[in-house]
């Protein structure tokens, strides 16, 4: 944990972990038998339930509830399915969890039906099944019929701290991203594409074919909302922020690889830093509950430890230990016990280091205040809720030690439901 | 599948930078040390027991409000302390412990705790108590009564008095040097300017106050008092003597800069540290009071909400 300075006059830096010249291979996680898929629907929602416990599944497969629905996740090994359950996510956002059991029979083989479509390559088949690989690509901005997307722009620079995911794939893969960017180019049709990566690997970059732009070492930076305001819109005026996809290079290089051998990549490639600090790259088919992955490095979790999946800013801590490697997954971090940092509900005492070290600068010491009482819609009128980009930097300085982040976050999603609700009323 | 080992789950960020409010509370407490212990030097053990009596009588009347108002206990962040330890910094050395305890409980209950507690208080607690003092039992601070059966090796007369009565002409004798070493009388915490200076540089280095502030206050303060001494040289004191006396530094550096009572953007604390010094300097010169620091602190936190209101727009989507 980076402290604050002596000299506390100096802003906070804290920088984007940096890979060396040649980095480690990636510890490969093999061997596991069961993996867990989430799907963002809940299993009642299905209606007449299509997946049921026993049903076989290949590696490959697309995952659906029923038919016809569109969440879906993919299977990263084969076996049969083993349990089919509900889970909660943040914020109350209802998931399946569907467990496969690969150790159960025969071996299924491998599923086909993305195999044939990779001939031919378009959009609608890469949303169709492509949104479970690794790096989670996102492919919505190209339907959305009102904002026409004018350019995509692929991230080589991790979001948040300690995350190495896409630097790795920027220093050893370029090659693949380079595939990916002219198959992304070609199905989608736009010729503008961006790729973002930290200084040091500017040259490695140039050879992507892209428009290569660099962003700095220091937090956030890399946060995708300051990458679409310092370095485009600055280039091209404020519309060109309005139509940007942006996708990870972890994801770009599985597009890719995808499209080239008609098989879809399913290894995640994470960052795993455990209790005594060591880093290491790992890489595990998605899926892999958090256990099989801690114990190949002989960690062992206590009462009153904490798991983070993804970075120290922005990540979500896991409440059990069978918690899978999602397809967004870039980092897991185990916090012993006595490493907690305690929040607390002690008042915002107006110091304003918030205010120094906010990227957008949101009047945080009014809009926390106005958010422990409850006043949502005043915070969002008067004091710009909905700029914060969530870098969590104000809670991360807080004197108070409040946790400023949670109640943005809390705020945000009340307001946007209860729009939602209104909508759906109306 | 759920085991019974349970994680402790909470929201991002995972990471503190590790500041606590006690932390600056000893900071600065450590730092006004360093002009406290030459004050208690210099007036012996009554100053020890001022300070060591409003201290502990700011966190008793904190921990009672507490338990009386059913919240939790809150001096363990130490900002009762500190108020103790401004309150007892702007008083003479023979202050009665009467006036000191009903001190801190203005300080304390009606300065800070009735408004919330910490990060409520509109105004500056012990500067507010020390007006209240001030206004209500005015012989208190007449620092040349209070300090008179002492026996000190310069001139024993509160320079503000001086320079009120008798014009720039009766101060022409004093050296910045002796100003600056503590040799003049006035609140066991204010006098030894040197302390002041080396204790506020320290905060503001540490960032536990804001430099904006102090730097803007004494501006203001140089700015006034250059003003008016050239406007009219025989009635009015130079800049460098009002930077020395009364409570000028231990304004600039310890009370202008309270948390809850300052602006946090950058124009506003510059034009908050402005009016501050420039009120100072105009109260002590033109007004009917001997030392217009703590007034003019006081109307500087009645205008913080609303300078606060000149911000830096946001960026991004919500604009």
Redesign the interface.
């Given at each position: 944990?980076?402290?604050?300075s002596?000299?506390?006059?100096?802003k906070?830096k804290l920088h984007y972990e940096v890979i060396d010249e040649a980095p480690a291979e990636p510890v490969s996680i093999t061997g596991v038998k069961q993996t867990k898929l989430f799907i963002a629907q809940s299993p009642g929602q299905a209606g007449e339930e299509m997946l049921k416990v026993g049903d076989p599944v290949k590696a490959g497969q697309k995952i659906t509830l029923a038919p016809d629905a569109k969440a879906y996740a993919t299977a990263a090994a084969g076996g049969q399915i083993a349990?089919i359950s509900d889970f909660i996510g943040l914020l109350g956002k209802k998931y399946t969890m569907v467990?496969i059991d690969g150790s159960a029979g025969g071996d299924p083989g491998e599923d086909d039906a993305f195999k044939a479509l990779s001939q031919s390559p378009s959009l609608e088949n890469a949303a169709a099944y492509l949104a479970g690989l690794p790096g989670k690509p996102d492919f919505t901005p190209f339907f959305d019929k009102e904002k026409k997307v004018k350019a995509i722009v692929v991230c080589g620079a991790d979001r948040d701290?300690l995350t190495t995911t896409n630097q790795y794939f920027v220093r050893n893969n370029i090659i693949a991203i380079k595939t990916g960017i002219d198959l992304l180019c070609r199905i989608t049709g736009i010729s503008n594409a961006i790729l973002v990566v930290p200084q040091h690997l500017e040259q490695v970059a140039g050879s992507s074919g892209a428009i290569v732009k660099t962003v700095d070492s220091e937090y956030p930076s890399a946060h995708p909302?300051l990458i679409m305001?310092h370095l485009l819109a600055a280039d091209e005026g404020k519309s060109a922020a309005a139509g940007i996809a942006f996708f990870s290079a972890e994801a770009v290089c599985a597009i890719g690889a995808a499209y080239s051998t008609g098989k879809l990549p399913m290894e995640k490639i994470i960052t795993v830093i455990t209790k005594d600090g060591n880093q290491r790259l790992v890489s595990a088919p998605i899926g892999t509950p958090l256990q099989s992955i801690l114990s190949e490095f002989g960690e062992t979790?206590?009462?009153?430890?904490?798991?983070?999946f993804?970075g120290?800013?922005?990540?979500?801590?896991?409440?059990?230990?069978?918690h899978p490697v999602t397809p967004d997954t870039d980092a897991i971090?185990v916090?012993d016990?006595g490493d907690?940092?305690e929040?607390t509900d002690?008042?915002?005492?107006?110091?304003?280091?918030c205010?120094r070290v906010c990227?957008?600068?949101?009047?945080v010491?009014?809009l926390i205040r106005l958010l422990e009482a409850g006043e949502y819609e005043t915070a969002?009128d008067q004091y710009?809720?909905?700029?914060c980009?969530e870098c969590?930097?104000c809670?991360?300085?807080?004197?108070?030690?409040i946790?400023v982040?949670?109640h943005i976050?809390l705020a945000k999603h009340t307001l946007e439901s209860m729009k939602a609700a209104e909508e759906t009323n109306a | 599948m759920h085991n019974t080992l349970k994680l402790t789950v909470s929201h991002a960020p995972f990471w503190h930078n590790g500041s606590r409010i006690s932390s600056k509370s000893s900071n600065i407490f450590l730092a006004s040390l360093l002009a406290v212990v030459p004050g208690c030097l210099q007036y012996g053990p009554a100053a020890v027991g001022v300070v060591t009596l409003s201290i502990a009588t700011a966190i008793l009347w904190e921990l009672a409000f507490n338990f009386i108002s059913r919240r939790p206990f809150s001096i363990g962040d130490g900002n009762a302390a500190v108020i103790g330890m401004m309150l007892a910094m702007m008083l003479p050395a023979t202050t009665p412990w009467w006036a000191v305890v009903t001190g801190t409980f203005f300080a304390v209950v009606i300065g800070k705790e009735i408004f919330g507690g910490i990060g409520a208080n509109p105004f500056n607690p012990a500067v507010l108590a020390v007006t209240i003092l001030m206004v209500s039992w005015s012989g208190l601070f007449d620092f040349n009564a209070a300090l008179l059966n002492y026996d000190f090796d310069f001139m024993a007369v509160y320079p503000l008095v001086l320079s009120k009565s008798f014009g720039a002409g009766a101060v022409d004798s004093l050296s910045l040097a002796d100003l600056l070493m503590g040799k003049q009388i006035g609140g066991i915490g204010a006098t030894f300017g040197l302390g002041l200076i080396v204790g506020g540089v320290y905060l503001m280095l540490r960032g536990y106050i804001r430099w904006e502030i102090s730097i803007a206050f004494l501006a203001g303060i140089l700015v006034a008092a250059l003003g008016f001494s050239v406007a009219n040289p025989t009635q009015y004191a130079g800049p460098g003597f009002h930077l020395f006396t009364g409570y000028t530094l231990l304004g600039a550096f310890f009370l202008a800069t309270e948390d809850a009572s300052s602006p946090v953007n950058f124009i506003p604390m510059i034009i908050y540290g402005l009016i501050g010094g420039i009120l100072t300097v105009m109260i002590r010169n033109i007004g009917v009071h001997i030392d217009g620091v703590l007034y003019a602190i006081l109307i500087i936190n009645l205008v913080n909400p609303l300078l606060d209101k000149i911000r830096p727009k946001a960026i991004g989507k919500g604009v």
């Open positions: 944990m980076i402290k604050r002596f000299f506390g006059l100096v906070p349990e467990t701290l909302e305001q979790l206590n009462e009153g430890d904490r798991v983070i993804g120290p800013m922005t990540g979500v801590s896991v409440f059990r230990t069978d971090i916090q016990a907690v940092m929040r002690t008042a915002c005492t107006n110091c304003g280091e205010i990227p957008v600068n949101i009047q010491n009014m969002a710009d809720l909905f700029s980009i969590g930097l809670t991360y300085v807080c004197e108070s030690r946790p982040f949670q976050k | -």
